[in-house]
């Protein structure tokens, strides 16, 4: 199974990213999927997650009203659309995928990882 992040970049406070995870392998649409991110020198921290068929989403606090997180089974693809991206934003994102089909907030309970997509937000 291989899951591969793409979107990121270098954006200014207040502007937006469109992160996108694509799956190979014979996983996705019955699986939870997360985003996580991982500062410089920080621990990696659950972002989103969502469940297999997008009917439950979960946001960490810092997150919540700016990011969504939505998947398109039939693509194999899980998104995170960022708004008004703040310079503590700022870190690697992870797509991860899990063996279950609700939805996980911890990173031991997801199995599958993408390499990750920076994202630095300038002030």
């Known amino acids: 199974v291989q899951l591969q992040a793409s979107g990121g970049g270098l954006v200014q406070a207040g502007g937006s990213l469109r992160l996108s995870c694509g799956t190979s392998g014979r996983m996705f649409s019955n699986n939870a999927m997360g985003w996580f991110r991982q500062a410089p020198g920080k621990e990696r921290e659950f972002v989103a997650g969502i469940s297999w068929n997008g009917s439950s989403t979960k946001y960490a606090d810092s997150v919540k009203g700016r990011f969504t997180i939505s998947r398109d089974n039939a693509k194999n693809t899980v998104y995170l659309q960022m708004n008004s991206l703040q310079p503590e934003d700022t870190g690697k994102y992870y797509c991860?995928?899990?063996?279950?089909?609700?939805?996980?907030?911890?990173?031991?309970?997801?199995?599958?990882w993408g390499q990750g997509t920076e994202v630095t937000v300038s002030s």
């Open positions: 991860a995928g899990a063996r279950v089909s609700l939805v996980p907030t911890t990173t031991p309970d997801y199995t599958y």
